[in-house]
């Protein structure tokens, strides 16, 4: 195994298939129709096949990729670009924006999903700047900590290219968040008032070539935590999604300037299992470096997570108990951080009543 370090050593049953099956990948959707020059709103009937189409992805796959969605090309790519610039540097340049036990943002490159390293480096920012989150886990402080943006001083275009991005890719997210409200039947702005003082972040991957491409992974086997993620992957390819009908793990193949969708833990619990958010991780390969971009979509630190009361009733009982965004993110990212010998914070950890199988 030559120099690789053991921290990065899959189990067995989780290293990855170097043969990998592509087909039968996840739905592919075609947004046009809200982009179209009369811009339908998102209530009515032309746009009706469209948010069936969704509500179908996400019953059944959890995940689903998107094309004419209306964020523009150049700001995406040229966000990819200076990303490699920054990835590029010197270790020393990065580690000066290095994320530390006070401030979650900026560079790291020692994150651990589920105890076991990534093959990657990252760089975090927020949307909102500062973020409001809690201060300590303790579930009984309610103190809050502004968190800070870090930039580097190079590439000087990071900065402003982020930003651009984020304000683009925002928009998608509210439009993705009122077409799967209404395909759960709600009204469409039912989901965009816990975005208020939104705690998203975006996430800047980069995932060097590897040495040992089927014992370690880029991330692991993982279930977002957050409501919506929308992930620019770049030409490399990388991701694998875990199907629900026979738990294969499935490679997405890159289609040209399309986003994945996937479906995270808080739409799970929102919408009572109706939606469920579903294992995925990314696979490194020994020749090429890979970028992706997630931006996951998060409500405030203070929002109570619990089944939508207009999905509950008699005959459907919620199946989670309430529990606080701002204390469960901020567990998660702590065992993200160092290594634990504690499992990580779950939703399942909050379920009521057993999963039907
Ligand atoms: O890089 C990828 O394709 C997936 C990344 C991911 O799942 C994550 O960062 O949560
Ligand atoms: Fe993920």
């Known amino acids: 195994m030559g120099e690789v370090d053991a921290a990065f050593i899959q189990a067995t049953e989780h290293r990855p298939k ?28 032309v746009v009706r096949p469209l948010i069936t189409e969704i509500g179908e992805a996400c019953k059944n796959w959890g995940f689903f990729q998107v094309i004419n969605h209306g964020v523009p090309f150049k700001r995406r790519k040229s966000l990819e670009i200076a990303a490699r610039k920054f990835f590029a540097l010197w270790k020393e340049e990065k580690e000066k924006v290095r994320r530390d036990e006070v401030n979650p943002l900026g560079y790291y490159d020692t994150e651990h999903t589920k105890n076991v390293r990534d093959w990657k480096e990252v760089f975090d920012f927020t949307i909102q700047n500062p973020t409001l989150l809690p201060a300590s886990l303790e579930p009984d402080d309610k103190e809050v900590r502004e968190c800070i943006n870090q930039w580097p001083e190079n590439p000087p275009e990071l900065r402003e290219e982020c930003e651009h991005y984020a304000e683009e890719v925002q928009k998608l997210a509210y439009k993705l968040l009122e077409l799967i409200s209404l395909s759960l039947d709600l009204p469409a702005n039912r989901l965009s008032g816990f975005f208020k003082d939104q705690t998203s972040f975006i996430r ?18 993982h279930k977002d935590a957050g409501a919506l993620t929308i992930l620019a992957q770049d030409d490399v390819g990388g991701l694998e999604v875990k199907r629900k009908t026979d738990g294969e793990w499935i490679r997405v193949k890159p289609t040209h300037d399309a986003y994945i969708i996937n479906v995270g833990d808080i739409i799970q619990v929102w919408s009572n299992d109706r939606y469920e958010s579903v294992e995925h991780r990314a696979a490194v390969n020994c020749k090429k ?14 929002t109570n997570v619990k089944p939508l009361e207009e999905l509950t009733d008699d005959q459907n009982l919620a199946k989670y108990k309430p529990y606080n965004w701002g204390k ?30």
Do not use: M, W
Request: proline content about 11%; aromatic content about 10%; some cysteine.
């Open 204 to 221: 800047l991957n980069h995932y060097p070539p590897c040495p040992v491409p089927h014992l370690a992974l880029g991330v692991g086997r």
């Open 18 to 45: 170097l043969a990998v099956v592509e087909a039968d990948g996840i739905p592919l959707i075609d947004l046009s129709i809200l982009n179209s020059p009369d811009s339908p709103e998102p209530n009515t009937t």
């Open 328 to 357: 469960f993110f901020a567990t998660r990212k702590r065992s993200n951080f160092q290594k634990l010998n504690v499992e990580n914070i779950q939703i399942s950890h909050f379920r009521l009543l057993e999963k039907s199988v």
């Open 289 to 302: 470096d890979r970028i992706s971009i997630p931006f996951f979509f998060n409500p405030a630190h203070y």
